[in-house]
């Protein structure tokens, strides 16, 4: 009798062990979704922008998953202003869910002013069948969940691509990069107008170095060991004029012999 009542109390307090535990693991979620439900919702921008201001190398960001649904945001600093860059997109159904790498499918950006929002127009879809770009080619990389603090850092950039002083913004294409060069899917800020523009000319293409001097940039593709193509362009009026191009290509001649020629036009 003394054995059955002895069994009894221990399964008791197992049970009691067993439900204080899971109330314990049920608290610990539900204060981790309150917390990340807070970050969602109340994002002190006061504190972003003074932590963008003081290292300017510095980017705020945070992720959101939700079904097969993900939210990136970033928080970018140029010249001392904050710019609220929104990627959203769909998980790949065909990845395990461990990879929450995704495929971009609409971009929105805004400007940091008085501690609020204001959203800027931006162009996700090309103006006209001559200008082709396809937003979903943009794919956030996020192996394992260790790669995205990589694209945030090294594959979305805010560079002055037509010397007016403004941001203009560039997002890795990994679909289109290659041996021949790192493509970048870019956007020309216009200020007048509030807007982020697509350029199709360094959309295609591995942009290469700035001149602010000469108002130059260059663009460059490499299609084999000894075959490229440097194309010069001057910015005028907000408008890429080409001034020089300069190629690189392979010949041989009747011993069989390799040789590498460069070919420079000047326009």
């Known amino acids: 009798m003394k054995y059955f009542k002895t069994q009894k109390c221990l399964t008791r307090l197992l049970k009691t062990l067993f439900l204080i535990l899971t109330l314990f693991l049920t608290n610990c979620n539900s204060s981790k979704d309150q917390k990340n439900n ?15 201001n ?8 945070y992720t959101k998953v939700k079904s097969d649904s993900i939210t990136l945001k970033v928080y970018l600093n140029y010249d001392k202003e904050i710019f609220e860059l929104i990627l959203k997109g769909e998980a790949d159904s065909q990845r395990e869910k461990w990879d929450s790498s995704f495929v971009v499918s609409n971009i929105i950006i805004s400007k940091v ?13 090309p103006e006209s069948t001559s200008t082709y770009f396809n937003i979903s080619e943009l794919i956030v990389m996020n192996y ?7 694209f945030i850092d090294n594959k979305i950039n805010f560079t002055d691509y037509n010397f007016d002083s403004l941001p203009d913004l560039g997002i890795y294409n990994l679909n289109a990069s290659g041996n021949g060069g790192d493509i970048y899917y870019t956007w020309l800020y216009d200020s007048e107008n509030e807007s982020f523009k697509f350029d199709s000319l360094l959309s295609n293409a591995s942009i290469g170095s700035t001149n602010l ?17 440097t194309w010069i362009y001057k910015v005028e009026n907000d408008s890429f004029r080409l001034i020089k191009e300069i190629s690189h290509y392979s010949e041989t001649d009747s011993l069989g012999q390799f040789d590498c020629k460069e070919e420079i036009k000047n326009y």
Do not use: A, P
């Open 54 to 61: 003081k290292f300017g190398h510095r980017k705020y960001y």
């Open 113 to 125: 002013e008085n501690n609020s929002l204001k959203r800027l127009n931006f162009q996700n879809k």
């Open 213 to 229: 001097l000469e108002k130059t940039i260059s663009l460059h593709w490499k299609t084999g060991i000894c075959d490229d193509n």
């Open 144 to 150: 394992k969940n260790k790669g995205i603090v990589d």
């Open 38 to 52: 807070i970050q969602e919702e109340k994002l002190d921008l006061e504190s972003i922008s003074e932590t963008l």
